[in-house]
């Protein structure tokens, strides 16, 4: 199975400045057949305004990735941790039994990240927060890992889940490939440029949901840039 999702379709939130599209289920925009792929309940496309932020505020039981696109996000929270995390980077917090946190565009340019969040094995473990630089994500036509709670991953932002979020840069006209386990589904975006996923063409900001396919084909139709989860 294998099912776009294109950018017009998902849900939208539109504030004084905040512009954020919805992949799934999430605040008031409410779709029952887009309630997430396994683990993965949220997949967020935020626009955040220079000087503005989301306030303190509290979660628990859920690992929150953010994949920052353009601009920087930085972060505090009640654990006494604080950091900024620039494009083309990532920061994983590991909510736990519960944590407050702020996030902020301190820039003077607009910030566009993904939030990721994804339902932990295991509730009520210790919240923690940790960013990390990833110069390897150049690496052109290779999938880097980013996050991952899977043995053997090398790299990553430990996450409490049996799940692999990659990151990969390609130029048009390369491909690579990256193969599923079997029952194992997974999610794509495209931040920018134009992809063909096993005879699929997604475009900028389209989604795609694929289960029962043991190997994605993924071309480059132009410069392009990939965000993929790999999920039980």
Known sequence: ?????PLETL?????????ARYHFSFAGYHDGERMGVGPLRVWNDD?????????????????????VRAGAIWHRDHLGNEGLTEAGNVQVMSAGKG???AEYNRGETPTLLYQIWI??????????????VFPDRTRAAELVPLASGQQGVIGALPINQDTTVFGALLPAGTSLGHDLTAGRRAYLVAPRGRLIVNGITVEAGDGLVMADQPSL????????????????
């Open 99 to 101: 944590i407050l946190h």
């Open 1 to 5: 199975m294998i099912e776009r999702r």
């Open 217 to 232: 084909y993924i071309t480059a139709d132009t410069d392009s840039e990939l965000v993929l989860a790999d999920l039980p």
């Open 119 to 132: 339902e932990p094995i295991q509730k009520g473990g210790p919240p923690r927060w940790e960013t990390r």
């Open 47 to 67: 626009r955040i305004a220079p000087g503005k932020g989301f306030d303190m505020h509290g979660h628990r039981d859920m690992e929150i990735i953010t994949y």
């Open 11 to 19: 849900g939208e939130f539109r504030g004084d400045w905040l512009l």
